[in-house]
């Protein structure tokens, strides 16, 4: 007899699977305005459940060190294939474990420990693994950082000037908050200029970028990198590009053997998937609707007299500044969690507070248009989001609008009962 029970999750761990349960149930019942959240398919998750999760896959596409990798092959080969034509790039690795992997095998690959990079602030936009002290990125590299102006925007001359002060081997652009268009041109004149490598990480806008909704970072940026699971909907997990042969090798061997050891081949196929979604005709339509969201984000949010980071958005989100007001970006989040809206608290230019409290919140709209909602639901929204941040302290009318919120969601289902 075989010691596998076929027994369903509900059977087999009752524990688990409530928990997984009420889990849908919060997803469902509350607005998702994370940024960096999306929603992916029944098919991408049932790839990513599938039996290749036994599978042990370590190498590359017909270079394995195992044997029976016939169809991981096959897998990781099509996933290479699709994230390759959908950003128009010669190489891939769709091996990384998630988006921080990725950048820490653009790194291994391209630099030496010490090494100098230049990378956008944290606190300004940046994520961690551009050059941030907590992370490896500022722990084993020589960081040096560029920000935003207090318009909320790069100043691309003043990157220049840092640039040639600093001398970096690697210049990263891409950000985690940054509500206006990344220019991969004029960084990759940058970096020319100063003999730097341009490494490009598009982890937010990459679903905007797969529908030309923004600028692509290729022919302009040496290495591209991307999360699966943000814009682009797919897996939670990283990819890397290049059109440059010797640097894919590198990165190649940075991935695995360097910072990886078997590949995740489940996700892969999930992230095979997600790219044929995103490869469909309907992606022009959804990364469209994702910006005429957030369009309708900035115009309610400044009608009703609030700042925003930069004066509004070209792409997923806005970011909102409560410099001039006397809550903070902890306590907006807060109200808005108890009004049914889930949003991040984010450090804003300025930033007077401490990185827990911030003077800002981060809010995007690909979840919500994932599940269907347009201008109308995003217009309703909108105003609710300025009927608690204008009453802050008023859990009556929270709770109130909690309730309304709820029953717009669950005019729009995301998953059927079978299909999760
Ligand atoms: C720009 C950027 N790069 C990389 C990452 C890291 O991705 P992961 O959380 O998958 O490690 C993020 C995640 O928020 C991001 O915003």
């Known amino acids: 007899m075989s010691f ?27 607005l998702e ?5 999306n929603f992916t398919s029944p098919a991408v998750m049932q790839a990513m459940g599938s039996v290749f999760t036994n599978k042990y896959a370590e190498g590359y596409p017909y270079k394995r060190y195992y044997s ?13 294939e699709r994230v390759c034509k959908i950003f128009g790039c010669a190489y891939a690795n769709v091996q990384p474990h998630s988006g921080s ?49 207090l318009d909320g925007r790069i100043n691309y001359d003043k990157v220049l000037e840092i640039a040639k002060i600093t001398q970096p081997k690697i210049i990263v652009c891409g950000a985690s908050a940054y509500a206006r268009e990344i220019d991969f041109k004029k960084f990759k004149e940058i970096a020319d200029e100063v003999g730097a490598i341009l490494f490009a990480d598009i982890a937010h806008v990459a679903g905007l970028v797969a529908a030309k909704e923004h600028m692509s970072p290729f022919p302009y940026a040496d290495v591209v ?27 190649n061997s940075a991935i695995f053997p360097g910072i990886q050891g078997g590949p995740l081949v489940h996700i892969i196929a999930a992230k095979a998937v997600a790219f044929k979604e995103v490869l469909d005709s309907s992606w022009r339509e959804y990364a469209k609707q994702v910006k005429a969201n957030a369009k309708v984000l900035e115009r309610v949010l400044l009608e009703r007299g609030f700042e925003l980071v930069s004066g509004g958005t070209d ?17 907006a989040d807060t109200a808005l969690a108890d009004a049914g809206i889930t949003v991040n ?8 507070r401490t990185p827990f409290i911030t003077s800002g919140i981060r809010i995007g709209s690909p979840a919500l248009t994932a599940r269907g909602m347009r201008e109308k639901e995003f217009e309703f929204i909108a105003n609710k989001i300025c009927d608690v941040l204008d009453n802050i302290e008023d859990k009556v009318l929270h709770a109130k609008i909690n309730k309304e919120l709820e029953e717009l969601a669950g005019n729009f289902v995301i998953y059927n009962q079978s299909t999760y």
């Open 4 to 30: 596998i029970s076929n027994a369903s999750l509900e059977v087999a761990d009752s524990e688990v699977f409530s928990i997984i349960e009420k889990e849908l149930k919060r997803q469902t019942n509350h």
């Open 33 to 37: 305005m994370i940024a960096s959240e």
């Open 101 to 149: 992997q990725a950048n820490a095998a653009v790194y291994a690959a391209l630099l030496q420990a010490g090494d100098r990079i230049l990378g956008m602030n944290l606190s300004d936009g940046g994520h961690l693994t551009h050059g941030s002290k907590p992370s490896f990125s500022g722990k084993n590299y020589s960081a040096f950082y560029y920000g935003v102006e």
């Open 315 to 331: 792409n997923h989100l806005v970011l909102v500044s409560f410099l001039d007001k006397p809550f903070s970006g902890k306590d």
């Open 225 to 251: 990198t991307t999360t699966t699971h943000k814009t682009l909907r797919g897996p939670r997990g990283g990819v890397i590009m290049t059109n440059d042969e010797e640097i894919a090798k590198k990165i």
């Open 345 to 352: 608290k984010n450090t804003v230019p300025g930033e007077k």
């Open 68 to 80: 029976g990798c016939e169809e991981a092959d096959a897998v990781e080969q099509l996933a290479i």
